[in-house]
């Protein structure tokens, strides 16, 4: 929590965060925090995804973006049900899905999920400050990439990362 909000000190003062890109295999890192994952939330997790999916990015930071959504999910998602993180690819980029089910989140409320220090209704029961998504946004595009989120009766809702994919 700390990191978090000195890491949006830096952001809203206008200073990057500090980004060390490498070749980084999504896939294996996504399983990596799920393995992580378990060991507090159990089971819960479902990972779908391609193999090889590269991307040159902060493995540090993507990390932290994986496990920042997969965590909410778990706050605010129904508490019996799976959450599933999809990993594909295309030719020039890479998209990771992290979904549960649950109460959607309102139109209203999707409008301001990104910005610091907010929280919507649903989310003042659970502990936080109210950075942990712009976080996630602010990381998803220093990486030249982009997060929305979908969200409604009956489907659930599905925070989506598109990353461009490395070439070779």
Same mark, same amino acid.
């Given at each position: 929590?700390?990191? =978090?909000? %000195?890491?949006?000190? @830096?952001? @809203?003062?206008?200073? #990057?965060?500090?980004?060390?890109?490498?070749?980084? &295999?999504?896939? !294996? +890192?996504?399983?990596?925090?799920?393995?992580?994952?378990?060991? /507090? &939330?159990?089971?819960?997790?479902?990972?779908?995804?391609?193999?090889?999916?590269? #991307? &040159?990015? #902060?493995?540090?930071?993507?990390? @932290?973006?994986?496990?920042?959504?997969?965590? =909410?999910?778990?706050? &605010?998602?129904?508490?019996?049900?799976?959450? /599933? %993180?999809?990993?594909?690819?295309?030719? *020039?980029?890479?998209?990771? /899905?992290?979904? =549960?089910?649950? =109460?959607?989140?309102? %139109?209203?409320? !999707?409008?301001?999920?990104?910005?610091?220090?907010? @929280? /919507?209704?649903?989310?003042?029961?659970? *502990?936080?400050?109210? +950075?942990?998504?712009?976080?996630?946004?602010?990381? *998803?595009?220093?990486?030249?990439?982009?997060?929305?989120?979908? #969200?409604?009766?009956?489907?659930?809702?599905?925070?989506?990362?598109?990353?461009?994919?490395?070439?070779?």
């Amino acid at each position: 929590m700390i990191q =978090n909000l %000195l890491d949006a000190s @830096r952001l @809203r003062a206008g200073q #990057s965060l500090k980004l060390e890109f490498e070749e980084c &295999y999504l896939d !294996q +890192l996504i399983q990596e925090v799920v393995e992580d994952l378990i060991f /507090t &939330y159990g089971e819960r997790f479902v990972v779908v995804s391609e193999p090889d999916v590269r #991307s &040159y990015c #902060s493995r540090k930071e993507i990390r @932290r973006v994986i496990e920042n959504l997969a965590i =909410n999910a778990v706050k &605010y998602g129904a508490a019996t049900t799976p959450i /599933t %993180l999809t990993l594909q690819q295309t030719e *020039t980029q890479i998209s990771l /899905t992290i979904h =549960n089910e649950g =109460n959607p989140i309102a %139109l209203d409320a !999707q409008s301001i999920l990104f910005q610091q220090f907010r @929280r /919507t209704i649903s989310a003042e029961e659970q *502990t936080g400050w109210g +950075l942990g998504l712009f976080l996630v946004k602010s990381i *998803t595009e220093a990486h030249q990439g982009t997060i929305e989120v979908e #969200s409604a009766e009956g489907k659930g809702t599905s925070f989506i990362i598109k990353l461009p994919k490395v070439l070779d």
